[in-house]
């Protein structure tokens, strides 16, 4: 039996928010994260929400839809670990929308971080969550690995 999951996809530079517009177009449950940003410009400042993982989607579908998926503009293809589609945990999407709505400042890291041991948060809005937490730039930082995307966050 196939199990609905959420797949990562790699899409075309900067077509991150025109495929999620059309995955929603075409009835998949569909998540890009994005984290606002102050852009600069010569002549003004502006806030933009720019995607949390640049080229990466989400959605949420049967293996069997890989294919589909892949037909989308925009799609270049899906993200695989041992010539197995990667998945990303339930879990893990549903910290990374809380590290959003908490507005943290989140840099994405390539790799896994593996130096500290972990810890487990215990009050407070990541309570349950497991993390580790280091220095970095001079200020504290909470570590979030998402272990299928080879991706890490620091969460200030």
């Known amino acids: 039996m196939n199990e609905i999951k959420w797949y990562p996809f790699y899409t075309k530079s900067r077509?991150?928010?025109k495929v999620y517009i059309e995955l929603l177009k075409q009835h998949y449950e569909a998540?890009?994260?994005l984290q606002k940003t102050?852009?600069?410009w010569k002549d003004r400042k502006k806030i933009v929400e720019v995607p949390l993982f640049s080229s990466y989607i989400f959605v949420k579908i049967d293996p069997r839809q890989i294919?589909?998926?892949l037909r989308i503009n925009g799609i270049a293809r899906y993200i695989s670990f041992n010539n197995k589609p990667a998945?990303?945990?339930?879990e893990e999407i549903d910290l990374i929308k809380s590290f959003l709505e908490t507005n943290s400042k989140i840099e994405v890291v390539d790799g896994?971080?593996?130096e500290d041991s972990e810890v487990v948060m215990k009050s407070g809005l990541f309570s349950g969550y497991k993390?580790?937490?280091?220095?970095h730039c001079g200020k504290n930082k909470i570590v979030v690995e998402i272990e299928s995307m080879n991706k890490t966050l620091l969460v200030t």
Do not use: A, S
């Not at 998945?87 to 339930?90: A, F, G, R």
């Not at 993390?131 to 220095?135: L, N, Q």
């Open 87 to 90: 998945y990303v945990k339930d």
């Open 38 to 40: 102050i852009r600069q």
């Open 112 to 114: 896994l971080i593996k």
């Open 131 to 135: 993390g580790k937490i280091i220095k």
């Open 67 to 69: 294919i589909d998926v």
């Open 15 to 17: 077509y991150e928010k």
């Open 31 to 33: 998540y890009l994260p």
